[in-house]
């Protein structure tokens, strides 16, 4: 299947630091990449849907200022944890579908970014 | 508002079947996805469904009825590896994917 590759898996921060996290399709074209956070024991929960050149749509409750997303490219889109706060600690995961499938094609998980703020 | 229920914990036997139910009630309907996911690691895709009927794929099994907002995952032939928290979420009007919290299946020898 294809890949999405995300990087880094782990990062610890100091408390006020800003952490960029990447999200990479290897063999595949996405126009949308979503980012997802999940708590422990808790079910992922979409923070923002990432669109090539234009603006993310985040989900309400979801600071746009806090958490900056890119997608710059149809292969690359970034989230950056700005001034981290140990609230912000969590599994952070992107997701990407191969823009050729549509609406309804499979999704492509990264390995997930686990973030610690200090 | 949306919501999908699937139950929290199950318990199986190695070698057994287990059915792992979830219902769901959206706004709107273009398909049901279930995944895998052991812990702290991404979930990985298992199924996808989006006509009624049974989807057949190896030792996994996907049912979904539309009707009746429901759909359940069959896994035969338990292994313990199978043990991991099973996610099932549903593609919403707006292509939106709403998640279940998850069924953490337990798989004992």
């Known amino acids: 299947g294809a890949v999405v590759s995300q990087h880094p898996s782990r990062v610890i921060c100091k408390s006020g630091t800003s952490v960029k996290i990447e999200c990479r399709s290897l063999?595949?074209?996405?126009?949308?990449m979503f980012w997802y956070r999940q708590f422990p024991k808790q079910s992922l929960m979409l923070m923002a849907t990432?669109?090539?050149?234009?603006?993310?749509?985040?989900e309400q409750g979801v600071e746009k200022d806090k958490f900056l997303i890119n997608h710059a490219s149809l292969t690359l889109s970034t989230l950056t944890v700005t001034s981290a706060h140990p609230e912000d600690s969590s599994f952070y995961i992107c997701?990407?579908?191969?823009?050729?499938?549509?609406?309804?094609?499979?999704?492509?998980f990264g390995e997930g970014s686990r973030l610690t703020v200090l | 508002g949306q919501n999908i229920d699937q139950p929290t914990e199950m318990t199986a036997t190695e070698g057994a079947i287990v059915q792992i139910n979830c219902t769901y009630q959206t706004s709107g309907f273009n398909g049901l996805f279930w995944y895998q996911q052991h812990a702290g690691e991404a979930p990985t895709f298992l199924s996808y469904n989006v006509l009624d009927g049974l989807e057949e794929k190896g030792r996994f099994s996907s049912f979904l009825s539309r009707s009746k907002g429901y759909s359940y995952l069959l896994l035969k032939e338990l292994q313990m590896k199978d043990s991991a928290s099973y996610l099932c979420?549903?593609?919403?009007?707006?292509?939106?994917?709403?998640w279940g919290a998850g069924t953490k299946l337990i798989i004992k020898p």
């Open positions: 063999d595949f074209q996405a126009t949308t």
């Open positions: 990432s669109n090539e050149g234009s603006k993310a749509t985040y």
């Open positions: 979420a549903v593609l919403d009007s707006n292509y939106q994917l709403i």
């Open positions: 997701s990407a579908r191969d823009s050729g499938t549509g609406d309804t094609g499979e999704l492509f």
